[in-house]
């Protein structure tokens, strides 16, 4: 089995989620009594990911609980994400970005099926969710079966899902056009995914399909107690 690897984007100060991110980190809301990230890191390691990178910024020092629990796990401080976009996460994770088959993964997931690792993926792809009907989040827009472009806002497509997969050859690609983005000033507050979307002449992805709630995005406090009435005893709501 070729090896794998898992970068995980656990920076972001979660601002849509206040209170509670006030004195928790989003990834480590808990859902069910489970934090966010750790149902991401247990479908990695069950899907034979070998090394998982987590990058952290706001409230770091929380995070150190993670290579306590899972071995497997190096954090990564990203020193730049309260003035960049996750750009600045994907490169903070530049030296191991290329180094094997890669999961690229947000933090703030519930992932309720962890065999959506398990596909048996042989070409560089995002994870995506059909929706019908107007959508203005990230979607992809398709041609002859691949990616012809990233953006925001779209009718009847495919929308992000906040994983993605490379392939070692294509993850060379990412990070050499990461660092080169990075390093213009007018390019460095993209989001990653921009820089995907300006290069897919050299990255070929295509979408591999979730269905619904195999992956649930969890973006504000209603959205979580929706889910899970429980999580209001943590951090700030409980005061």
Request: proline residues 3%; aromatic residues 8%; charged residues 30%.
């Amino acid at each position: 089995m070729d090896r794998k690897i898992g970068i995980i984007m656990a920076a972001g100060i979660g601002s849509r989620m206040r209170p509670i991110t006030e004195t928790i980190p989003k990834p480590l809301v808990k859902v069910f009594g489970k934090p966010l990230i750790e149902t991401v890191i247990d479908g990695l390691l069950a899907a034979g990911v070998g090394d998982i990178y987590v990058v952290v910024g706001y409230l770091k020092e929380s995070f150190a609980v993670l290579p306590k629990k899972y071995p497997q796990i190096k954090l990564v401080d990203n020193n730049d994400y309260l003035e960049k976009n996750n750009i600045s996460s994907i490169y903070a994770a530049k030296d191991v970005l290329g180094t094997a088959d890669c999961f690229i993964c947000e933090a703030d997931l519930l992932i309720s099926d962890s065999s959506i690792f398990m596909k048996n993926l042989d070409e560089s792809c995002y994870f995506g969710k059909m929706v019908m009907g107007n959508s203005d989040d990230w979607v992809f827009e398709l041609e002859d079966d691949y990616i012809s472009r990233v953006k925001k806002g779209g009718q009847d497509t495919y929308n992000m899902v906040g994983i993605s997969y490379f392939t070692k050859s294509d993850s060379l690609v990412l990070r050499d056009k990461i660092v080169e983005a990075y390093g213009q000033e007018e390019s460095s507050d993209l989001f990653w995914d921009e820089v995907v979307d300006a290069n897919l002449q050299e990255l070929r992805l295509r979408v591999e399909p979730v269905e619904e709630g195999q992956i649930v995005e969890i973006d504000t406090v209603e959205e979580l107690l929706a889910i899970d009435p429980g999580a209001a005893l943590q951090g700030k709501l409980a005061d």
